[in-house]
């Protein structure tokens, strides 16, 4: 960056990194940096952001070769478009675009955020169960309650019995992470079923019958007979939930045996099926709607049918509709759960980003006063007929030229003949030359 750069007005620059699946855009001024993180591995490729630009400085790559395992960014950006407006960022539901900033940055309005949310309310135990069924992994449980071995040491040699009721049991998993004694199966999940487990096993090798994991049960699932040994304890954990992995895809809240789970998603819509078009699909050669779906939504029926859909996981992205290559489904969103607009400059292109969304028309700066140019038409090229030199003239034509030499490079005479160029000076310029020509 110039000096000149520096001391006087707002001077721009801006570059680009790659760094793993990250693309890291940059925009330098002498005040500020502005950085825009595109990671291409979290893409889904549904388009959004390229729907919302207002400067179309981004470009959907090839979904369908994406999604069937092409390894490329699902985004291109033309960066001298890009006015790192932050749009993109905002409204990524899967957050692949992050923006940050660096710098003395003067006071910004907050512009429009996703108004979507998961949380646990006051009826979380908390259980292991949202946790294990996330497909994102964006939920981390801690228990804090204290184990079975600091309240009540294992007692060898001890007699009892011990039962489970599989019609009560939930497979919540608190017995479990209580007592080394039991184990929970894990089992693949489906939308159709997505528990995580499917089997609570008890190795009595490890019980001493202590009674207190029937007292743990939140079911009365757990039926023992043996000796009690002290008190269970509360059952107290804390639930978090990474919003930069969460899509809102409601896999928890469906899971959860409790109702405890309230979610707010980023749009309101439809997602169906095209009858006409369901033949013509292969999901088991294709896979591709599997592949790029952020809500695991999708899966092939027991029955042999095509293809099927688990529509209250949907969060309307679109990501499937750009990579089928047959037209199998079309998404429709009616609204979306967004922050208020602030009252600035940049107020109509929020709006109209925004809408957007909705009716998949986006307005973008008025260019019709751009003046084009009217391209010439080609012409015939026509092959010019050098003139013939005559050898003998050039070279009188050189002498004269070097004979003239020593009188050019005279100030006086020059100025002469520049101040006064007339016939007789002319004449007179002559004849000088030819005088020097007998010396």
């Known amino acids: 960056m110039t000096e000149e750069c520096r001391e006087g007005s707002l001077c721009v620059d801006k570059d680009m990194d790659i760094d793993g699946s990250h693309f890291i855009y940059r925009q330098i001024s002498n005040k500020s940096v502005k950085f825009l993180d595109y990671d291409y591995k979290r893409c889904v490729g549904c388009g959004i952001c390229v729907g919302l630009c207002p400067t179309t400085a981004l470009e959907l790559g090839p979904m369908q070769e994406i999604s069937t395992g092409l390894d490329a960014p699902p985004v291109m950006m033309e960066l001298e478009k890009c006015t790192f407006c932050s749009m993109c960022a905002n409204f990524c539901p899967v957050h692949a675009f992050k923006m940050t900033e660096e710098g003395d940055l003067p006071e ?164 169906s099926l095209i009858e006409v078009n369901v033949d013509k699909c292969d999901p088991q050669g294709c896979h591709g709607c599997f592949n790029v779906c952020p809500s695991h939504l999708w899966y092939v029926p027991e029955d042999g049918a095509k293809i099927a859909i688990k529509e209250d996981y949907c969060t309307y992205c679109g990501a499937c509709v750009n990579a089928c290559p047959k037209d199998v489904m079309k998404v429709t969103r009616t609204k979306v759960h967004h922050t208020e607009i602030p009252d600035s400059p940049w107020a109509k292109q929020w709006r109209d980003a925004v809408d957007s969304m909705v009716t998949g028309k986006r307005e973008h700066p008025d260019i019709s006063r751009t003046l084009e140019v009217e391209k010439e038409e080609h012409k015939e090229h026509i092959e010019v007929e050098l003139p013939k030199i005559d050898g003998s003239l050039l070279k009188l034509a050189k002498e004269r030229i070097e004979k003239a030499k020593p009188l050019l490079d005279n100030v006086k005479i020059r100025k002469m003949l520049e101040d006064s160029p007339s016939d007789e000076l002319k004449e007179e310029f002559h004849e000088k030359i030819e005088a020097g020509s007998k010396q």
């Open 108 to 271: 910004k309005d907050e512009f429009p955020v996703y108004d979507s949310y998961v949380n646990m309310n006051e009826k979380c135990l908390p259980c292991a169960l949202c946790k294990a069924a996330c497909p994102e992994d964006a939920i981390e449980v801690e228990f804090t309650f204290p184990k079975k071995e600091e309240i009540a040491p294992f007692k060898e040699d001890a007699e009892g019995d011990i039962e489970i009721d599989t019609e009560k049991c939930n497979f919540c998993g608190l017995c479990a992470e209580f007592c080394d004694a039991f184990l929970l199966v894990e089992k693949e999940t489906k939308p159709t079923d997505p528990r995580p487990f499917d089997m609570l096993l008890v190795d009595e090798d490890k019980c001493d019958y202590c009674v207190l994991c029937q007292d743990l049960c939140p079911e009365d699932a757990i039926k023992v007979k043996g000796e009690k040994i002290g008190e269970a304890p509360e059952i107290e954990g804390i639930v978090t939930v990474d919003d930069n992995k969460c899509t809102r895809c409601t896999w928890c809240q469906v899971v959860c045996p409790y109702d405890a789970v309230d979610i707010k998603k980023q749009f309101e819509g439809e997602l």
